[in-house]
């Protein structure tokens, strides 16, 4: 009996003690949070872990490396990898990795998902004025036209130039980095709107990773990016906007993985005809794609991929959107909100997702 007594007793006390850790090491837990704006969107880090200093060098680190792609990427930054393409009458473009690496992506997704994701659509949706916010709707003859230049399988990425050496005496020391070159057709010109916040996301969980970060979550603007747990171990809980407007229309609970968004309330203009234009384009008309899709969320570990398919299932349409999943081998999972107020999402979420909204129907699919 004694015995008996004293075994409750260890037992409890052990307990209390096991809750006073988790406590104690929750409360070391520092946070820090960063805002900046680049691409256009306002971001938000917050990370965490013991030592603030160290937050602060990583969130400030983050914020370094989204600008730098940012001056790479931009179609408007006057010197960026994406301008010089655009704008250069040389044929041979010298580059840096990471527009390499966004090419050899992009060729990956505009193949895999037979040209609905397109980073060559640039000319198009300039003409539609999307790039000045002049917006019109073009002649389709123009539209026939411009379509002409956006094949972006004739992107390629020819060679490596290595530095000589010695350096000879003439050499130009403002462009001293081994460069890859990329040739593309003239009048091709790119847009990495599709991926590159998502890309940027994946850059920036690598540098937290690095700095030892045990737990973040990045805001950049409807891409959500989280890194491990929240600091007590439990799943961050993300909301799905509500395209209608209003609260959240669903939450997900994430751990190490992204939950990124596109939807057709996010840029549009509305014509003379009273039609709204979107911002996410059909490459095989040339024309904002007009379906039943009010919005794509895709939920999985890649931020590039995620952002990708995010664009790309929206081009696609319901059906074949569902059949891509299929075809991938459910390597993803998606939320996709529909116009007449219906939610279809992927079966493997069910257990992480809380519906908040009084949707006209839920189709589950497996
Ligand atoms: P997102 O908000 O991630 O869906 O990206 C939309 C942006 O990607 C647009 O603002 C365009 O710059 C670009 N875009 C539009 N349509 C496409 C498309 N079919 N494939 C690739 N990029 C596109
Ligand atoms: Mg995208």
Request: proline share 4%.
């Amino acid at each position: 009996m004694k015995n008996e007594r004293s075994l409750v007793y260890l037992l409890i006390k052990t307990c209390l003690v096991c809750v006073f850790v988790m406590v104690a090491s929750s409360c070391s837990q520092k946070m820090e949070s960063t805002s900046f704006t680049a691409m256009n969107t306002y971001m938000t880090v917050k990370s965490y872990g013991k030592d603030e200093k160290v937050l602060h060098a990583a969130n400030y680190l983050v914020q370094q490396e989204v600008e730098w792609l940012e001056s790479i990427l931009s179609t408007t930054i006057e010197g960026s990898d994406i301008y010089k393409i655009n704008n250069s009458d040389r044929e041979e473009i010298p580059v840096s990795d990471e527009t390499v690496f966004l090419v050899e992506r992009g060729s990956e997704f505009y193949k895999k998902t037979d040209g609905a994701f397109n980073p060559a659509l640039y000319p198009v949706i300039k003409e539609w004025g999307f790039t000045t916010g002049d917006y019109k709707v073009p002649s389709e003859e123009k539209i026939r036209q411009l379509l002409e230049y956006t094949d972006f399988s004739r992107v390629k990425i020819t060679d490596k130039k290595i530095l000589p050496e010695p350096l000879p005496a003439y050499y130009d020391i403002a462009d001293p980095a081994p460069k890859v070159i990329i040739t593309r057709p003239p009048g091709l010109q790119l847009d990495f709107g599709a991926i590159g916040k998502g890309y940027a996301g994946d850059k920036a969980i690598e540098i937290l990773r690095k700095a030892d970060v045990s737990s973040a979550l990045l805001d950049f603007g409807g891409n959500i990016q989280v890194l491990g747990t929240k600091p007590d171990g439990s799943d961050w809980t993300v909301g799905i906007k509500n395209p209608w407007g209003g609260d959240p229309v669903a939450a997900v609970k994430l751990r190490d993985a992204c939950m990124i968004t596109s939807g057709g309330y996010e840029r549009f203009f509305t014509g003379d005809d009273g039609k709204k234009y979107i911002h996410i384009f059909d490459s095989a008309t040339g024309h904002p794609v007009e379906n039943e899709l009010e919005s794509v969320t895709i939920i999985c570990r890649e931020g590039l991929y995620g952002d990708a398919l995010s664009t790309s299932l929206f081009v696609m349409g319901l059906d074949k959107a569902i059949d891509f999943w299929k075809s991938r081998d459910r390597d993803f999972d998606f939320v996709i909100i529909t116009k007449n107020r219906g939610i279809v999402y992927t079966a493997t979420l069910e257990k992480n997702l809380s519906l908040l909204f009084d949707f006209n129907s839920v189709l589950v699919v497996k």
